[in-house]
């Protein structure tokens, strides 16, 4: 456990820290196509938890033709993934592959790597839980704005299930290897 520890420690410090303040998304700029609008993170926070509706992200849903409940589902579906190998499987190859897909649809800013940023994401949106949902991944995201593209939306999610699927089932396999060993 003391191994875990100094991995989350080390992940928050390379997150980079601000007045003693890691520093994480305020806000998420929205794009589809040429068309940005900026959204707060505490906006999408507020629609989770109290459901409450601010006229800004009334306005975007109207134009997107998308109702707020189906927004709120989407922001809070969770995605089984162990925090710990979250980390394990996010630092290789494949890991990388993945992360590099995921970070063309959600960014630190336009056209930029953002692999390192969203491997702390999503492993600091897992470890507490052994669960993450794309609000978590929004809200640890390790920069003050963080861009998502809506369009590649749908396939970034689903890439991310799918890597969750593999870890499950790679723990699944080493269990049962194990418990042949003993």
């Known amino acids: 456990m003391k ?8 992940l928050v410090g390379s997150a980079g820290l601000l007045g003693g303040r890691a520093i994480a998304a ?4 929205l794009t589809y196509g040429s068309f940005q609008r900026s959204v707060g993170v505490e906006e999408l926070t507020a629609l989770v938890q109290l459901g409450e509706v601010t006229n800004q992200l009334d306005s975007y849903f109207d134009r997107a033709e998308v109702s707020p409940e189906r927004v709120r589902q989407l922001l809070t579906e969770e995605i089984p993934m162990q925090g710990v190998a979250a980390d394990r499987i996010l630092n290789n190859p494949l890991g990388d592959a993945l992360l590099d897909r995921v970070s063309e649809v959600i960014y630190p800013e336009p056209r930029s790597a953002g692999r390192g940023a969203m491997r702390a994401a999503i492993v600091l949106s897992s470890v507490d839980n052994d669960k993450l949902s794309l609000l978590e991944i929004l809200q640890n995201y390790p920069t003050s704005q963080v861009y998502v593209d809506v369009e590649r939306l749908a396939d970034a999610y689903s890439d991310i299930q799918g890597a969750s699927q593999t870890v499950q089932d790679v723990l699944n396999i080493l269990g049962r290897l194990e418990g042949l060993a003993r």
């Open 26 to 29: 305020e806000e998420i700029v």
């Open 3 to 10: 191994w875990w520890n100094l991995v989350l420690g080390a």
